[in-house]
């Protein structure tokens, strides 16, 4: 049949692919050898955990969670627990299991508190899971025991004999354990795609009524995703604990909830690398971006603004299309207006982040003087002539940009319109 | 007994404020099945620019300007942004009310910084409305306005008095929300506009066919909907505090009445937000716990018990997340909520 | 095990009430197995609220539904389609971001045993890819096999839904205005291909074109205002005088008894 044929060389290169990430995990340290490069790498591999379980919902179920930093935080409380329990000896496990225990935790909570949970679909699941997740981070101040109050549980992952030299003192250590459970945990998740009940849950998303005239209770199939993406949450947790060796309340936050959210999503809910691009750019902002400007989470949220607007296949979406183009041979053609548009928006973005950068400046930090350094150029956020000097470049610039934008509008029509007469011209055959 | 009443009125007060919101989130949400969840920044901002405003010209011109302004930046954005996404479907048009909410958040601080603001309330709301006294000896009674300190303390060692204000700005804020309400039911179903907008909420391509612009009048009930949480965002803004995590604090609390009262219907909200204001703001006086519970009804608990945290537990701590247990118990027992039509 | 003379559908008095509206207001109906029913009416007749009765879209307000001889009424739509009821839908009701394949593979995995599992993949599934293949021929959308189901044509996804409903390998087959909206000659080709994918099978199908019922159906069971006037075969519906004063007027219909 012609899906044998068509599935050979789809085998080589998904044999390379996952080579490729497979390498790229376990060679990355050697390019970021830093301590900051380090830390950021093991932080990206938990969030990308995190984010895949959570597309299981979004993505593929098509269920809007505003909660799911519940699974990811119970799993990682449970496993500071285990860990306490492993370096006391009430709990004979390796180090390196505790991670499991979050998962069995992440599991065992979205089985109890999932059941209520998948009842409703659509706007009313998103709003009890924002309902479970402040009831869960409420309850988090009430209960010290479980939570350890203000000051979080704190842990020691370097207990135990050594196992073949690994104490899990050095932070690579650390990392590797976590590339070894990333790469297994994007496998199992990428597997669970391929399976009847991952396709059923893409068809609940399409269409829950029609599942169940074929056959399917629509809440059964939710339901055990929603126990499957738990379990993968709770690993995430449980990686972050030994990663941090603490766990503070913090970790069960909506703040948490809805990065996850905003991420995934930016990343691109709709192919299965998407949330893992959405990680790495979750780690990036919040550990990088922050640090460059104040006004990051005021970036965010104009990003995540224009990608729902204009994009909302997210970074995965726009790669995916682009290929496409590509592999129709037409992406040389756009390559000018690329140029244009990363040329003209980035003028206007300067003069934009200029007067939002002063502004932030005004606002936070006036005792500090009146001066700022942008991008090298020091500004006085006191003269007039600053603010209007910016103001023109970010008008200039958007104008510019809009002219460049309409001419690759037209281009990206014609070019979709010569795919489109390809494609049909194929079927015909 | 004055307790009681005293808790009532503003147990009430602010299920009502909880109703001002969550009334504008249902419209939205029966009108454009949109769930709003920048509803509560709206609230906010209502607070911010009716501070502002008052600066310049006063409390009471602010009460009207700024939901106005309010107002308009919804509509503004339902114009230049929501538009654009309702083709996306409903998880899209959620998740742009989503980023609207974390930009709103970080513009509010960015312009009025991120302290608490004192938004004071006009001369005539300051102080109680009225203060119920309990005199051991001549009961309850009632002065309008402050009671004059005589009458709060006896001579006679023997007679307990006891006074207890009930702020004036609570009592503007029920006279407030129960015009709004009868204001916007009026609306809704006596004039042209209102019969207009009920049929767009169950058949929006009827309407559009009869000719009737729906994307204009999207706009119009969304900027409605966000001046009515504007409108509230005053009220609330100058009775309790106004500081950037207002909008986080109220916003849970609203999505939790809506699913309570059951999704699209203004009757369950209202329920549902006075049930939960009351219960609430009764739970948050009480100090007591399973423990003292015990104590007064003379049982004995044993040691190990009396130092269980659950135990030890008093109502009032328990009190924050009274709403989302009962979303819980609602989503068991009664799923479509306690008056809801809709499965949402 | 079913009699060998019962009856495939049973409808015992079924009733629904909106409110205060009834709707459907006592149908009784028996379907023997094999049989190919066509159900005609009026528009607001009720046609579709049955055919929701009878797959379990929603309850019954009293009455029976019989499937084989098993009271059905109350059940979810996904155990009445377990014990052998299929149904398409007026407006089509496909799986849009999947493909025309996995569409119909879809509809196979149940019946087929595989239920929640997330321990196999679905490429090593030789039965249910073979079946989905089968019922890409029988719809002819051979072509179209890693089509986006949201690409394609009005009358190829009505095939794909007929696709979806047959798959299961449902015994009753419910069709709802499967023809809605297609030309004259998209609508030939499509009641042969209902008959071939149909064949054995008992079908009930809700329709509107005449030429198609008499062409297709072995009975025609008439509902007006939510009760049925008439069931019988064709010409003898033809000729019944309630029928012709149902659809044409009484007028009409006493011009023609006079007539006579």
């Known amino acids: ?429 | 007994m004055e307790f009681f009443i005293i808790s009532m009125l503003n147990g009430l007060s602010y299920g009502l404020l909880l109703f001002m919101l969550s009334s504008g989130l249902t419209l939205i949400f029966s009108m454009m099945g949109v769930l709003n969840f920048a509803h509560a920044s709206f609230y906010m901002l209502g607070a911010y620019v009716g501070y502002t405003v008052s600066q310049w010209v006063g409390f009471w011109p602010a009460l009207i300007i700024a939901p106005l302004v309010v107002g308009a930046m919804g509509a503004g954005f339902e114009r230049v942004c929501l538009r654009r996404v309702h083709k996306f479907g409903h998880v899209p048009e959620l998740l742009i009310t989503f980023g609207l909410s974390y930009v709103v958040l970080e513009l509010v601080q960015l312009v009025w910084g991120r302290i608490a603001l004192e938004f004071r309330p006009p001369e005539l709301l300051q102080g109680p409305a009225f203060t119920l006294i309990n005199h051991t000896v001549n009961g309850l009674s009632m002065q309008w306005g402050v009671a004059p300190a005589e009458m709060c303390s006896a001579a006679d060692a023997a007679i307990r008095v006891v006074c207890s204000p009930f702020p004036a700005t609570r009592g503007f804020m029920m006279l407030v929300a129960m015009v709004m309400l009868v204001g916007v039911w009026l609306l809704l179903t006596r004039t042209r506009i209102g019969l207009v907008i009920q049929s767009a909420l169950t058949h929006p391509e009827a309407v559009e066919a009869l000719g009737h612009n729906v994307p204009r009048i999207f706009m119009l009930v969304f900027g409605a909907g966000a001046a009515l949480a504007g409108l509230a965002g005053v009220i609330g803004g100058s009775t309790f505090l106004t500081e950037p995590a207002m909008a986080a604090t109220v916003g849970s609390v609203i999505f939790v009445v809506v699913v309570v009262g059951g999704m699209g219907s203004l009757s369950g909200a209202f329920l549902a937000s006075v049930l939960i204001g009351v219960i609430q703001t009764f739970a948050i006086a009480f100090d007591y716990s399973v423990a003292t519970v015990a104590q007064q009804l003379g049982l004995h608990l044993g040691e190990a018990s009396l130092n269980n945290t659950f135990v030890k537990l008093t109502l009032s701590q328990v009190a924050p997340i009274l709403p989302y247990l009962f979303l819980v118990l609602i989503l068991i027992f009664r799923p479509k909520g306690l008056l809801g039509t809709r499965e949402g | 095990m079913t009699a060998p003379d019962s009856f495939a559908l049973e409808l015992k008095d079924l009733r629904k009430s909106f409110g205060k509206t009834e709707i459907i207001r006592g149908i009784n109906l028996a379907v023997k197995h094999g049989e190919r029913v066509a159900i005609i009416g009026p528009n607001g007749a009720g046609k579709s609220t049955l055919f929701n009765l009878i797959s379990g879209r929603f309850g019954a307000s009293s009455g029976d539904v019989l499937l084989n001889g098993t009271v059905i009424n109350g059940l979810k739509p996904y155990e009445i389609n377990r014990l052998g009821l299929s149904r398409s839908f007026q407006i089509t009701n496909i799986f849009p971001k999947l493909s025309v394949f996995e569409n119909l593979r879809c509809s196979v995995l149940w019946s087929l045993g595989y239920k929640y599992t997330f321990f196999k993949f679905l490429a090593n599934l030789d039965d249910a890819n073979g079946r989905a293949n089968e019922l890409l021929k029988m719809v002819n959308l051979e072509k179209k096999h890693d089509v986006l189901a949201v690409n394609l044509t009005y009358a190829e996804q009505r095939a794909l839904e007929i696709g979806i409903t047959i798959g299961g390998g449902a015994n009753v087959i419910l069709l709802d205005e499967p023809t809605a909206g297609m030309s004259k000659s998209e609508t030939t080709r499509f009641i042969a291909l209902i008959k071939q994918v149909t064949e054995g099978k008992t079908l009930l199908t809700v329709e509107h074109d005449m030429g198609v019922v008499f062409g297709l159906a072995d009975k025609i069971a008439v509902v007006v205002y939510g009760e049925v006037i008439a069931f019988d075969t064709p010409d003898a519906v033809r000729a019944n005088p309630r029928v012709q004063e149902a659809y044409l007027g009484s007028a009409v219909a006493d011009e023609q008894a006079g007539g006579h």
């Not at chain 1, 995190?50 to 699974?71: I, P």
């Not at chain 1, 981070?137 to 939570?147: D, G, W």
């Not at chain 1, 756009?334 to 003028?347: D, F, Q, R």
Request: net charge neutral; aromatic share 12%; charged share 10%.
């Open chain 1, 1 to 429: 049949m012609a899906n044998e044929n068509q599935s050979k060389p789809l085998n080589v290169g998904r044999w390379v692919t996952w080579s490729l990430f497979a390498l790229v995990l376990m060679l990355a340290p050697l390019v970021f050898t830093s301590g900051l490069g380090l830390t950021v790498l093991s932080q990206m591999g938990i969030a990308i955990i995190a984010c895949l379980s959570y597309n299981m919902l979004l993505g593929q179920g098509g269920m809007l969670s505003f909660g799911h930093a519940v699974y990811t935080g119970l799993g990682a409380f449970l496993a500071i627990h285990a860990l306490n329990a492993v370096s006391s000896g009430a709990l004979p496990i390796p180090v390196s299991a505790v991670p499991l225990v979050g998962g069995l935790a992440g599991m065992g909570f979205a089985a109890l508190l999932g059941y209520v949970t998948t009842r409703k679909a659509g706007t009313t699941f998103a709003m009890i899971t924002m309902g479970m997740g402040e009831l869960v981070f409420a309850m988090s101040l009430m209960i010290p025991e479980f939570f350890g109050g203000e000051g979080g549980v704190s842990g020691n992952r370097v207990i135990g004999k050594a196992f073949l030299g690994i104490t899990y003192g050095p932070p690579i250590q650390v990392y590797y354990l976590i590339a070894v459970y990333t790469f297994i945990a994007v496998v199992l998740m990428f597997a669970f795609t391929r399976t009847p009940l991952g396709r059923m849950l893409n068809a609940v998303r399409d269409n829950p009524e029609r599942v169940e005239f074929v056959g399917y209770n629509t809440q059964r199939v939710r339901y055990t995703a929603f126990i499957i993406a738990g379990f993968f949450a709770g690993i995430s947790g449980g990686l972050g604990a030994l990663n941090f060796e603490i766990v503070t309340a913090e970790v069960v936050h909506a703040a948490r909830s809805g990065a996850y959210l905003l991420f995934t999503f930016l990343g691109g809910a709709t192919f299965f690398f998407g949330p893992i691009i959405g990680a790495i750019l979750m780690v990036l902002a919040f550990v990088l971006f922050s640090e460059f400007t104040k006004a990051w989470l005021l970036y965010l949220g104009l990003i995540f603004l224009f990608m729902v607007m204009y994009a909302p296949g997210g970074f995965a979406s726009l790669i995916m299309m682009n290929l496409r183009v590509a592999s129709f041979g037409k992406l040389r053609q756009l390559g000018v207006s690329y140029l244009g548009l990363a040329v003209t928006g980035l003028v206007a973005l300067a003069g934009a982040a200029a007067l939002v950068e002063m502004t932030y400046h005004l606002q936070l930090s006036s005792s500090l003087g009146s001066e700022i350094v942008f991008m090298g150029v020091t500004l006085n956020t006191s003269g007039l002539d600053h603010w209007l000097a910016a103001s023109v470049v970010m008008v200039i610039g958007m104008g510019l940009f809009e002219m460049v934008r309409r001419r690759f509008a037209r281009e990206w029509e014609e070019i979709q319109a010569f795919i489109e007469m390809k494609t049909n011209q194929g079927d015909a055959q």
